[in-house]
């Protein structure tokens, strides 16, 4: 794997930084965040509500990232298709059949990179329920609050040892392992097709862009492949039963670090030789991770415990604890850095909190198994990198 110097990585962020504020400068700052029952929830970030609501049909849609234009909004729907949404009017203009449940969704120079599992299929058991439920009742299909009594077991609702709490083993070896889809953004169509590890979960790119790095909690690995081509580089093996989830890389680009869901750590890899170099222990459940934006600090969604951690970016030492909704997963700064969202899917919300200080200052609502949230313009966060 190529090393960047920092003095390059930092030009590579400030010029990068400067082509998105050009490309979003008429931009309004809105969020977007996947409902796998309601379709993709609009918020006013200037007034921290949900405006409106785009359907898309009974999709259980979850992953979702930006064009770097922000012209269109790409989502990924467990119904095995990758819909394009046209951020100024909220149309569908496209969808590409991906395969069995994409799920993740990365855009990096002109592709879309889609992680999905032909060995599962139909939408998250929960989001059919909801779908199916007679009206009036659907709210309690998707258990409001966090409820979880009669819920089917659901990927990542795990306990220890990597058994769902229905007592199937959800990383069987007998099933296919996962494959990212390399979709061409001009064409719109699948150019590539690249097997991968069991349960590809986390994707980030290598500074230099060079090479894409997934990880794989069905197998406990991290796999690096050249970006355009998706041809293998190299295979990293982790803890087993640890269940890698998240990945992101440094500011500096000298590290990645990895959320281990089931061991309820993360670690910290050499972006250079990717050996394991520190290993930090987290509240249970582990999943998104991020820097803030200004590269002091790493935050930590640790989904089970209902916590927010932050840690030093330098040192990776504990600094303090946020209490925050029931499976917050995913999260992402506001462009101007003031706040953060975090997409509780059990509490069918997305929680605000102060940026200065990751106290809770807010929740915004109607958003049954929030799942994935991004903003445009972009900024820093558990799916999308400021740009």
């Not at 170099?277 to 002091?296: E, I, M, Q, R, W």
Request: hydrophobic share 35%; proline share 6%.
């Amino acid at each position: 794997m190529h090393r960047t110097t920092t003095r390059a990585c930092a030009a590579l962020w400030v010029a990068a930084a400067f082509g998105a504020s050009t490309a979003y400068a008429v931009a309004e700052p809105i969020a977007y965040v996947t409902s796998e029952t309601n379709g993709v929830g609009v918020i006013d970030l200037g007034s921290m509500t949900l405006t409106k609501t785009i359907p898309l049909g009974n999709t259980g849609p979850r992953g979702l990232s930006l064009t770097d234009d922000g012209k269109l909004l790409l989502v990924a729907g467990k119904s095995g298709e990758l819909a394009a949404i046209d951020t100024a009017t909220g149309e569908v203009v496209k969808r590409v059949q991906i395969g069995k449940n994409p799920e993740f969704v990365r855009v990096h120079r002109g592709f879309a990179y889609v992680t999905y599992e032909p060995g599962e299929s139909g939408p998250p058991p929960e989001a059919l329920a909801h779908m199916q439920a007679p009206a009036g009742q659907q709210a309690s299909a998707a258990h409001p609050g966090g409820d979880q009594a009669g819920k089917p077991a659901e990927k990542g609702d795990q306990q220890a040892g990597g058994k769902a709490k229905g007592g199937k083993d959800d990383d069987d070896a007998n099933e296919p392992p996962a494959e990212i889809a390399i979709v061409n953004l001009k064409t719109m169509k699948v150019v590539h097709s690249v097997k991968s590890g069991h349960e590809t979960e986390g994707v980030e790119f290598s500074p230099d862009g060079s090479e894409m790095l997934v990880t794989n909690e069905g197998d406990d690995t991290v796999s690096v492949y050249h970006t355009g081509t998706g041809k293998p580089v190299r295979t990293l093996k982790l803890d087993a039963g640890s269940r890698p989830r998240g990945i992101k890389v440094s500011p500096d680009g000298k590290q990645y670090v990895v959320t281990l869901e089931n061991t309820s750590k993360f670690v910290v890899l050499d972006g250079h030789t990717l050996k394991p170099v520190k290993t930090v222990a987290t509240k249970l459940g582990p999943y998104g991770v991020a820097f803030d934006p200004s590269g002091k600090h790493l935050l930590v969604a640790a989904a089970r415990d209902k916590t927010l951690q932050v840690f030093d970016a330098k040192t990776y030492e504990h600094i303090a604890d946020a209490p925050v909704g029931q499976r917050c997963w995913h999260f992402s700064f506001t462009p101007d850095g003031s706040k953060l969202l975090l997409a509780c899917g059990r509490s069918n919300a997305v929680y605000v909190l102060d940026a200065t200080n990751y106290q809770t200052v807010g929740q915004i609502g109607n958003l049954p198994l929030a799942w994935g949230i991004v903003t445009s313009p972009p900024s820093a966060g558990s799916i999308a990198s400021a740009k």
